[in-house]
């Protein structure tokens, strides 16, 4: 069983910056595809970024390329979420996620645990 604890959101002004932190516990992130995932009032849940179990590999929405950098920490058993220069349509609730089977997908259906989320909200 994988345990997942977000922390770091909050309220910013447009153009600034955000660390959002996924603290995982029952198994090492090294053995885990890690995602982060968002969703916004109305709408469905979508990817954010996601990071290979591996370590070796990043992947991002094209909403966020260039803007969001994805990391983790595996002494401390932590994924981070880098988020710059946002906007006011980066609100949504950010969840972190882990895939077990290490598929590294882009799929929310493909992640197997689920944090209880983060609100972030930016306004203009």
């Known amino acids: 069983q994988v345990q997942l604890v977000e922390s770091g959101g909050g309220l910013v002004q447009a153009g600034g910056s955000l660390r959002l932190s996924c603290a995982a516990s029952?198994?090492?992130?090294?053995?885990?595809?890690m995602g982060w995932f968002r969703q916004a009032p109305g709408k469905e849940r979508e990817f954010a970024a996601a990071?290979?179990?591996?370590?070796?590999?990043?992947y991002y929405a094209d909403a966020v390329k260039g803007r969001f950098t994805i990391s983790r920490d595996s002494a401390k058993n932590t994924v981070y979420l880098q988020m710059n220069s946002l906007k006011p349509e980066d609100t949504a609730v950010y969840y972190c996620?882990?895939?077990?089977?290490?598929?590294?997908?882009?799929?929310?259906?493909?992640?197997?645990?689920w944090g209880q989320g983060t609100q972030v909200t930016v306004s203009s």
């Open positions: 996620a882990a895939d077990s089977t290490r598929r590294d997908s882009r799929q929310s259906n493909e992640y197997n645990y």
């Open positions: 029952g198994r090492t992130i090294s053995s885990l595809s």
């Open positions: 990071i290979s179990w591996t370590g070796a590999y990043t």
